[in-house]
């Protein structure tokens, strides 16, 4: 894909456990956010890292950002069933806007 | 205050037949997007308006994609004629300000799913 990756494509876990989701890139970005999609549902912002920005936090998320790599990670921490979604990463990269093909999260009660 | 809407949630139309896809933004965003995910692919860009001008076309597939943002309000997205590739999740979204990049937060709606048979 031109636009990158998120990986992996499917997780499973137990409540209770974190989940890790990557995102890769491969061009600059100016900024790259987290959307997670509920089952047939849009597509809700989570959170915005600026390209300066190394690491964000946001109640039970965490954000990384490693530019040299061009990768994201967004890590859900004690997970719960409710968490159970697709999760997107959007980059922002001259001028264009551009989505991954998600990863599916499922965490089991 | 509402947000994102999108009409019809589901369409299922015959090959070749039309389809016209509305989304109403959230009321002052400046920009609205459309998006369409097929089969669990990534969700594709398609185009961008500014208030009633488009900013960026460059994903919009082919010229049987119609996109219209009549008084920078509402947006229409026509399907004519509809081929069995064009099937899958529209989304639209919007955001306030234009200030010339993508720093804001997009507000989408719940998706137009089209099923081309």
């Known amino acids: 894909s031109q636009q990158g990756e998120e990986d992996p494509q499917a997780l499973s876990i137990q409540e209770g456990e974190n989940a890790t989701m990557n995102c890769s890139y491969k061009t600059s970005i100016n900024n790259l956010q987290w959307y997670r999609q509920n089952s047939g549902r849009g597509l809700v912002h989570l959170i915005l890292?600026?390209?300066?920005?190394r690491e964000k936090h946001s109640g039970r998320l965490r954000v990384t950002l490693d530019t040299s790599k061009k990768s994201s990670s967004l890590l859900i921490t004690a997970s719960r069933a409710a968490d159970t979604a697709s999760y997107f990463c959007r980059r922002t990269s001259y001028g264009k806007l551009t989505f991954g093909q998600g990863t599916i999260l499922t965490v089991h009660p | 205050e509402a947000g994102v809407t999108q009409f019809p949630s589901h369409s299922v139309i015959e090959k070749g037949q039309t389809v016209t896809l509305r989304c109403d933004p959230i009321s002052g965003h400046d920009n609205l997007y459309w998006y369409r995910r097929v089969m669990g692919k990534e969700i594709k860009f398609l185009l961008h308006f500014v208030k009633e001008s488009k900013q960026d076309e460059s994903g919009m597939p082919n010229n049987r994609f119609l996109a219209e943002r009549t008084g920078g309000t509402y947006s229409t997205l026509k399907v004519q004629p509809a081929e069995l590739e064009d099937s899958g999740v529209y989304f639209c979204?919007?955001?306030?300000?234009?200030?010339?990049?993508?720093?804001?937060?997009?507000?989408f709606g719940e998706g137009s799913r089209l099923t081309v048979l």
């Open positions: 890292i600026r390209s300066n920005e």
């Open positions: 979204a919007s955001s306030q300000d234009w200030t010339g990049t993508h720093t804001g937060e997009l507000f």
